[in-house]
Each structure stands twice: as structure tokens, then as C-alpha cells.
């Protein structure tokens, strides 16, 4: 009988792609054949930083360069990792860490040696650069020039002026390009020979909590040039100072450009739901698949354009950071949406699942983000309704029922206070004192997500959850996928504190109590 030993090694590394980092350690310490198939797995994504606990081997590293396909780079690396070469490298991130800063060799590498470094590796496919220096004409013609499949460019920083053609240059080569916080200096307009043709995916992004006292004009600029490039899928725009250009966008779609787009994301308090209709109603691909709001309206006429051309296509609809939603048109997306993967929306309520005509049709929905919420009069019956409508989606991999899973000081407007009022789900297992309790009962509490095997992130109120040590312990037996638990669990007791902590630890899973 074959054993996992006859496979071929194309196949064992596929299986170690899906194995966790501690399950390849154990694998590599049995044989030598778990050895030569899955070492590759722990070298290939490779992340080095600077770490108090534990130096930094720039020795081992060079030793197996050679297996490193993506590669990130800290800001507080020394010259000496810049010499090293990884020949089959593919994806290049010089990211700066939150602590990088208060480093002693934050940033001690020059920028030519980041030239040189760029040079040696011209396989790299994708880059993605965050690190505070600002980089020299040479880098980016290096990029631009001897970087052979350059296809990805996510860029955070400052472009001085001797090199904004040469950035420009690099910008026209890729297929997704990635621009967030971006300055230019004053009067430095977007090349207008440039033509951007293989571009597919452009996103423009300024950090809501960056301050720019100057006005900038180059994301207008940039969106008018790549009129041009006409397999462009997707378009994000998050400027902040820059509001989204309606009129541009829909100039452009009337004028027979962007055919292919069908996938928009969009964060501007103006956008109104007015605006998105005249997009949405623009495009000319009719294959709407993705949308996302993250600021602005959506309202009845967004979403009766949806309804009419796109129920058939959408598949990942992020409004839950916008107003304007009512709780019918979610569960309308919910039972029509049959291609639905992603949905992140502010709210339904109990009465709306229970009350429908037809059941959830979006049966391979992977994420889902929604307050669900009760109201006064509800019948209790309507509850267990609830738990079993959702235990159905057994696809899903981030359940995230927080009461406002997106609050944050910089929300231009929170969630409406009448949501936040209400009551939502009950999680808790029956009580040994109270077994047959109707409000806890096997289908209307967690026991009945037994089916979710897949899951692994679940957040959840913490406000508005009596949770405790029990409920934590079914989560870890029944969701073996799980990695990230949001929430407190308010019900647990002084002493199982320190449980609940190594109870986590132990699975492997990350908990995130609620911060607000």
C-alpha cells in the first residue's frame, strides 16, 4: 500500500504549503525525506527584523538564500544583509516595523547600497517599499530597466525631484500599482507620454491620521492618464483631501474606457449614493464583482442598481463602514446573491432571518461581518431560527458579529445609537442549574455553529456577551481551524484568567479582548 513517503516531492510540498510553521518543525525532525520536502516551506516566506529576544544570523540566512521566494526587510537592518543575494527571489518588502524607529541602526543603510541591492535581484516581480529614507533616481532606473518581469509596485513615501521620471518610468511597467501617502514635490505632473497599458489594478491611498497642508493634484492627473489602459479590473481611491472624481470616472466609462473594470473601492465622506449610482449605472462591463465603501453613502438608488445588474456577479460587498444599508437590503444580498464570498455590513436584525420567505442562498460565503441585532418585541423562537440560518454557511472561515466591528476615533460618523442599544445573539452554552433554559437551548447558542469547521477568526461583542471559560473551551474543541478570537470573556471567573490565557496559548490562537 502507498504511503505518504511514495508520493512525489512536488506533491509533499504542496501538502507543507498548508501546514502550520510548528507542524513542519515537527515533520523535519523525523526523517530525512520530511526534511528535504518541507525545509523549503519554512524558508520561502522569509521576515527579518530586528528582535531584542534573540540576534538576528545574517550566516544561517546566506546559507539558505536560495529557498527564499518573498522576502521582507526591516528599516534597522545593518549593510551587511544587503549583501546577501537570494536568487530566486520574487517578492521584495522593505517595511518599516513599528518599533523599527527606536533602533539603534534604524535606517543605518545608505541608499545606494539599497541600489546595489535592487541590482543583484532582478527577478523580483513585486516590491513593495515603506521604508522613511527617501530613494536616489538610480534605484527606481534600476527598477524600471533590469528588474525583468517587474509586475507589482506598492509604494509609501516621498519621491525627491530628480526622480520622480525615473518612479514614473517603473510605475508604467506594472500590472498592480499601489500608491498610499505618496508625495510628490509642488508642480511635478504625471508624465503624459506614459501610457500604463498593462495596468489591471490601481490603488491611490493617503493615511486618514497623515496631515498634507499641500493641496496635491496628482492623483486627478494620474486617474486622466490611465484612461488609457484598457484591461484595468480594479480602481481604489481613499485620497482623504482628494475627493473621489464622479464625473471623470463617468466620463471616462461613457467615453468606452475600463471595460473590463468590476471591481471598485471607494472612501470619500461625499460620495454620495447618487454618485455611486451614476458609476455603478457607467460601467460597461455589467460584471460588477467586488465593492467596497469605505466612507460615503449607500442608499436606495446604489442599491437598486445593484439589484437590477449585479446580484448575479457580486461577490465580495463591503458597505459596513458607510451608512445609508438597512438591515432588508442585507438580507435581500443574503438570500440573492448566490456567487456571494465576502460580506461586511453594519447591521439586520433577528426579525428579518427569521421572518424571510427564503433561506441564505450564498452558500459559499467565506466572511461574514454583521451586527445582528434584536429588538424588543421579538418572539424567542426567532432566535434559534437565526443560529441555524447562519450554522448553514459552512464555507465560512471569519464569522466577525462584533457590535461595531469597524468603531474608531477617526469614524466620520459612528454607528446610530438606536443599533447600538439593542440586544444581540446569545452565545452561552445551557447551565448546569438551568439546562432546558429556552434562551440557551442546543439551537438557539453556539453549540448549533458546530457545522462551521472551517472557522477561523470569530468575534463577537464583548459588551453585550456573558461568555466565560466553558464557551471558550467549546470554541477551541469544535473550530480546530481556529486562529483569532475577538471579544471578553466577561463571564469568566478571577481565577480562570490565567486558563483562558493558556488555554489560547496552547491552540495556538490569538485573543484580542475588546479595546473600546
Given at each position: 500500500?502507498?504511503?505518504?513517503?511514495d508520493?512525489?516531492?512536488?506533491?509533499?510540498l504542496l501538502?507543507?504549503?498548508?501546514?502550520?510553521?510548528?507542524s513542519?518543525?515537527s515533520?523535519?525532525?523525523?526523517?530525512?525525506?520530511?526534511?528535504?520536502s518541507?525545509i523549503?516551506?519554512?524558508?520561502s516566506?522569509?521576515?527579518?527584523?530586528v528582535d531584542?529576544?534573540?540576534?538576528v544570523?545574517p550566516?544561517?540566512?546566506?546559507?539558505?538564500?536560495?529557498?527564499?521566494?518573498s522576502?521582507?526587510?526591516?528599516?534597522?537592518?545593518?549593510?551587511?544583509?544587503y549583501?546577501?543575494v537570494?536568487?530566486r527571489?520574487?517578492?521584495l518588502r522593505?517595511n518599516?516595523?513599528?518599533?523599527?524607529?527606536?533602533?539603534?541602526?534604524?535606517?543605518?543603510?545608505?541608499p545606494?547600497?539599497?541600489?546595489q541591492?535592487?541590482r543583484m535581484?532582478?527577478?523580483?516581480?513585486k516590491l513593495t517599499y515603506?521604508?522613511?529614507?527617501?530613494l536616489?533616481?538610480?534605484?527606481?532606473?534600476?527598477?524600471?530597466e533590469e528588474w525583468?518581469?517587474?509586475?507589482?509596485?506598492?509604494?509609501t513615501?516621498?519621491?525627491?525631484?530628480?526622480?520622480v521620471?525615473?518612479?514614473?518610468k517603473?510605475?508604467d511597467?506594472?500590472?498592480?500599482?499601489?500608491l498610499?501617502?505618496?508625495?510628490?514635490?509642488?508642480?511635478?505632473?504625471?508624465?503624459?507620454t506614459?501610457?500604463f497599458?498593462?495596468?489591471?489594478?490601481?490603488?491611490i491611498?493617503?493615511?486618514p491620521?497623515?496631515?498634507?497642508?499641500?493641496p496635491?493634484?496628482?492623483?486627478?492627473?494620474l486617474?486622466?492618464?490611465v484612461?488609457?489602459?484598457r484591461?484595468?479590473?480594479r480602481?481604489?481611491?481613499?485620497v482623504?483631501?482628494?475627493?473621489?472624481?464622479?464625473?471623470?470616472?463617468?466620463?471616462?466609462?461613457?467615453?468606452?474606457c475600463?471595460?473590463s473594470l468590476?471591481?471598485?473601492?471607494?472612501?470619500?465622506?461625499?460620495?454620495?449614493?447618487?454618485?455611486?449610482?451614476?458609476?455603478?449605472?457607467?460601467?460597461?462591463?455589467r460584471?460588477?464583482?467586488?465593492l467596497?465603501?469605505?466612507r460615503?453613502?449607500f442608499?436606495?438608488?446604489?442599491y437598486?442598481?445593484?439589484?437590477?445588474r449585479?446580484?448575479?456577479?457580486?461577490?465580495?460587498?463591503?458597505?459596513g463602514?458607510?451608512?445609508?444599508a438597512?438591515?432588508?437590503?442585507?438580507?435581500?444580498?443574503?438570500t440573492?446573491?448566490?456567487?456571494?464570498?465576502?460580506?461586511?455590513?453594519?447591521?439586520?436584525?433577528?426579525r428579518?432571518?427569521?421572518?424571510?420567505?427564503k433561506?441564505?442562498?450564498?452558500?459559499?460565503?467565506?466572511?461574514?461581518?454583521?451586527?445582528?441585532?434584536?429588538?424588543?418585541?421579538d418572539e424567542?423562537a426567532?432566535?434559534?431560527?437565526?443560529?441555524?440560518q447562519?450554522?448553514?454557511?459552512r464555507?465560512?472561515r471569519?464569522?466577525?458579529?462584533?457590535?461595531d466591528?469597524?468603531r474608531s476615533?477617526l469614524?466620520?460618523e459612528?454607528r446610530?445609537?438606536?443599533?447600538?442599544?439593542l440586544?444581540?445573539?446569545d452565545?452561552?452554552?445551557p447551565?448546569q442549574?438551568n439546562p432546558?433554559?429556552?434562551?440557551?437551548?442546543s439551537?438557539?447558542?453556539?453549540?448549533?455553529?458546530?457545522?462551521?469547521?472551517?472557522?477561523?477568526?470569530?468575534s463577537?461583542?464583548?459588551?453585550?456577551q456573558?461568555?466565560g471559560?466553558k464557551?471558550?473551551?467549546?470554541m477551541?474543541?469544535?473550530w480546530?481551524?481556529?486562529?483569532?478570537?475577538?471579544?471578553?470573556?466577561?463571564?469568566?471567573?478571577?481565577?480562570?484568567?490565567?486558563?483562558?490565557?493558556?488555554l489560547?496559548?496552547?491552540?495556538?490562537?490569538?485573543?484580542?479582548?475588546?479595546?473600546m
Open positions: 500500500m502507498a504511503t505518504f513517503l508520493l512525489p516531492d512536488e506533491i509533499r501538502i507543507g504549503k498548508q501546514l502550520r510553521a510548528n513542519i518543525y515533520c523535519i525532525l523525523v526523517c530525512r525525506t520530511f526534511y528535504s518541507f523549503s516551506c519554512l524558508w516566506h522569509l521576515s527579518v527584523k531584542s529576544r534573540e540576534e544570523n550566516t544561517l540566512i546566506r546559507a539558505n538564500a536560495h529557498r527564499v521566494e522576502l521582507t526587510y526591516s528599516a534597522a537592518l545593518t549593510e551587511g544583509f549583501t546577501i537570494y536568487p527571489l520574487l517578492t522593505l518599516s516595523f513599528y518599533a523599527d524607529k527606536n533602533k539603534p541602526n534604524y535606517l543605518a543603510v545608505q545606494q547600497q539599497k541600489v541591492f535592487a535581484h532582478p527577478t523580483v516581480r515603506n521604508h522613511k529614507d527617501i536616489p533616481k538610480e534605484f527606481w532606473e534600476v527598477v524600471g525583468r518581469d517587474f509586475e507589482e509596485l506598492e509604494f513615501g516621498t519621491v525627491k525631484e530628480g526622480a521620471e525615473a518612479f514614473w517603473s510605475c511597467r506594472v500590472k498592480r500599482l499601489d498610499s501617502d505618496v508625495n510628490f514635490p509642488e508642480s511635478m505632473p504625471v508624465l503624459s506614459l501610457s497599458e498593462r495596468l489591471r489594478d490601481l490603488a491611498l493617503k493615511y491620521w497623515r496631515i498634507n497642508p499641500a496635491r493634484t496628482w492623483p486627478i492627473q486617474l486622466q492618464q484612461k488609457h489602459a484591461d484595468l479590473k480602481i481604489t481611491w481613499d482623504g483631501d482628494v475627493a473621489f472624481p464622479v464625473q471623470l470616472v463617468m466620463d471616462a466609462l461613457h467615453e468606452g475600463w471595460p468590476y471591481e471598485l473601492s471607494v472612501g470619500d465622506p461625499t460620495f454620495s449614493d447618487q454618485d455611486l449610482a451614476g458609476v455603478l449605472g457607467a460601467l460597461t462591463s460584471k460588477l464583482t467586488a467596497e465603501l469605505t460615503g453613502r442608499g436606495p438608488l446604489a437598486n442598481c445593484i439589484r437590477e449585479y446580484f448575479d456577479h457580486l461577490r465580495d460587498l463591503s458597505i463602514k458607510c451608512l445609508g438597512t438591515s432588508a437590503m442585507v438580507q435581500e444580498i443574503l440573492e446573491c448566490v456567487h456571494l464570498v465576502a460580506l461586511d455590513a453594519q447591521h439586520i436584525f433577528v428579518d432571518i427569521a421572518t424571510a420567505q433561506p441564505w442562498v450564498c452558500l459559499g460565503l467565506q466572511n461574514l461581518a454583521v451586527y445582528i441585532v434584536k429588538q424588543a418585541e424567542a426567532w432566535e434559534g431560527l437565526v443560529f441555524e447562519v450554522a448553514r454557511l464555507m465560512l471569519v464569522l466577525d458579529l462584533q457590535g466591528p469597524h476615533y469614524d466620520d459612528p446610530p445609537h438606536e443599533i447600538q442599544r440586544e444581540t445573539l452565545f452561552r452554552l447551565s442549574d432546558v433554559d429556552s434562551s440557551t437551548s439551537s438557539s447558542n453556539i453549540r448549533r455553529w458546530s457545522s462551521l469547521v472551517q472557522l477561523r477568526v470569530i463577537f461583542n464583548g459588551d453585550r456573558n461568555l471559560m464557551e471558550a473551551l467549546w477551541t474543541e469544535h480546530r481551524d481556529l486562529t483569532c478570537v475577538g471579544g471578553d470573556f466577561k463571564a469568566a471567573e478571577s481565577g480562570e484568567f490565567e486558563e483562558l490565557r493558556s489560547f496559548s496552547r491552540k495556538g490562537i490569538v485573543h484580542l479582548p475588546d479595546i
